[in-house]
């Protein structure tokens, strides 16, 4: 007979399984790479799918023993955890199949690929900080976890040194450009590998201390740990006089959160977002017209609301109190603000990959790219409010706002199949116009960046629609 203790330790097996795949596919991969091994880059990308429905059964079992035993405390922890690293994982796995991909289309291409010494060194400390990720979670390790967070350090430099090589050398030498590309290509897929090993980390940390490290120096975490029963200023981390004039400390949700009921952080961290989201449409305008002033000046305000959302919540999962009686579901919380979080996550990826090359182009162009984020922008400015009547029916159970809410969704996936098609116009048009591959790359991915903000979004509005749907 099943119990909650043998369906965790299915749980806890599954997720060792899937680990031991990924770690030994993202191996593989980087073997493959390095031999030009098509035959082992093809069968790299048909684990995919295997790796998928390791992850899709972790999520079952974890629904189920959710339903069934509703679990509480340190078996919750475990759950949210392990779902979280499932995710990370399958991820891992992506990145490893898209350098797999890499090496296929490389070879069809005829273009000749040279792995730059960074590149190596970041593939061997990505290998090395996945595997002891895993490690951390099988030993419950989190002193473990703390050295692969400061580990990652050394591959983003290591990163950034790369790409700038391949740019210098693409544009000394045009014939390296395919190469060059294959090459950031490359490199990107592995300092993903390198930050989702790092994200496995935290979660760990969240596991075993039940408190999220995000944004957190070791030293703060240990001192937060030491104190943990006194109350904890979060607004400090601003410092008194530094605090930013577009970011409330007050409204950063605390250790006063139990005042402050969690729809209310819901609510100021979905202000934030679209906060976030309108700097970085100020951010992109100013690199379109070439203000490096004005464009390093919004770019550090949509780094401190990202970080304000974060701190946000952070606060709600770290300080959410055990016995609080809440109208949704606390797995369901925690889900829609991962979600919405991603929105802020990705307009900080936006202008970091602004802040990379400069590229002049013509107004039609620059246009169209700025018309897409309008859209994104139409989409999270709707949250706030959308927020807000989410708190008030659950305080009135009124049908109408369950309506209004319902139908604000629905528009929503509206904008957003709107956002869809001019990403696809967008793209091709850059595929027709531009014959520099690096310059296409660069324009694909800056698109890309702004479309996911939008499915961000909806994912997090369909996770409201379910909680009020109940």
Not at 220 to 227: D, I, V
Request: charge should be negative; glycine fraction near 2%; hydrophobic fraction near 40%.
């Amino acid at each position: 007979m099943n119990t909650l203790k043998t369906e965790i330790a299915d749980v806890k097996n599954t997720l060792l399984q899937m680990s031991s795949l990924v770690e030994d596919t993202v191996k593989s991969s980087i073997l493959a790479f390095k031999q030009n091994n098509m035959e082992l880059a093809h069968e790299i990308v048909a684990r995919d799918k295997q790796i998928d429905e390791f992850e899709n059964n972790i999520d079952k079992i974890i629904l189920n023993i959710i339903l069934t035993y509703s679990p509480k405390d340190n078996d919750l922890i475990f759950l949210l955890s392990a779902k979280q690293i499932s995710e990370q994982l399958e991820r891992v796995g992506d990145h490893a199949v898209n350098i797999s991909e890499q090496i296929i289309a490389l070879f069809k291409s005829d273009a000749i690929g040279v792995w730059s010494p960074g590149t190596i060194d970041m593939a061997s400390i990505a290998i090395k900080m996945l595997g002891e990720s895993i490690n951390a979670f099988v030993f419950s390790d989190s002193s473990l976890a703390f050295n692969i967070r400061d580990t990652d350090k050394q591959v983003d430099e290591l990163y950034n040194n790369v790409i700038n090589e391949e740019i210098n050398s693409m544009e000394i030498d045009r014939t390296d450009v395919k190469s060059g590309v294959y090459n950031i290509i490359l490199a990107l897929n592995i300092e993903r590998i390198a930050d989702l090993a790092t994200n496995i980390a935290e979660h760990v940390v969240f596991f075993v201390e039940g408190q999220t490290i995000k944004h957190l120096s070791n030293e703060a975490f240990l001192s937060q740990k030491r104190q943990k029963d006194a109350p904890v200023n979060q607004t400090s981390l601003f410092g008194k006089e530094k605090t930013p004039a577009l970011i409330n400390p007050s409204e950063l949700c605390a250790s006063d959160i139990t005042k402050r009921e969690p729809l209310e952080c819901l609510h100021n961290h979905a202000r934030y977002i679209n906060m976030c989201m309108e700097k970085t449409y100020l951010t992109l305008n100013a690199y379109f017209d070439n203000n490096i002033t004005l464009f390093n000046k919004c770019k550090d305000e949509v780094l401190q609301l990202e970080h304000a959302a974060d701190l946000i919540k952070r606060n709600v999962r770290s300080h959410l109190p055990r016995g609080i009686i809440m109208p949704i579901d606390k797995f369901e919380l925690f889900m829609y603000l991962a979600e919405q979080d991603n929105i802020a996550n990705t307009a900080e990826e936006l202008v970091n990959w602004l802040s990379y090359k400069q590229i002049s182009l013509k107004l039609s162009i620059k246009e169209d790219i700025t018309g897409l984020f309008k859209k994104c922008l139409e989409i999270s400015s709707f949250f706030p409010d959308l927020l807000s009547d989410v708190k008030a029916f659950f305080q009135t159970g009124d049908e109408t706002i369950r309506d209004r809410i319902k139908e604000v969704i629905r528009n929503l996936r509206k904008k957003e199949t709107e956002a869809d098609t001019i990403e696809n116009q967008l793209k091709e048009t850059i595929f027709r116009d531009f014959k520099d591959t690096f310059t296409v790359y660069y324009l694909i991915r800056l698109v890309e960046n702004i479309g996911k903000t939008a499915d961000n979004m909806v994912s997090a509005a369909d996770i409201l629609r379910t909680m009020v749907a109940k």
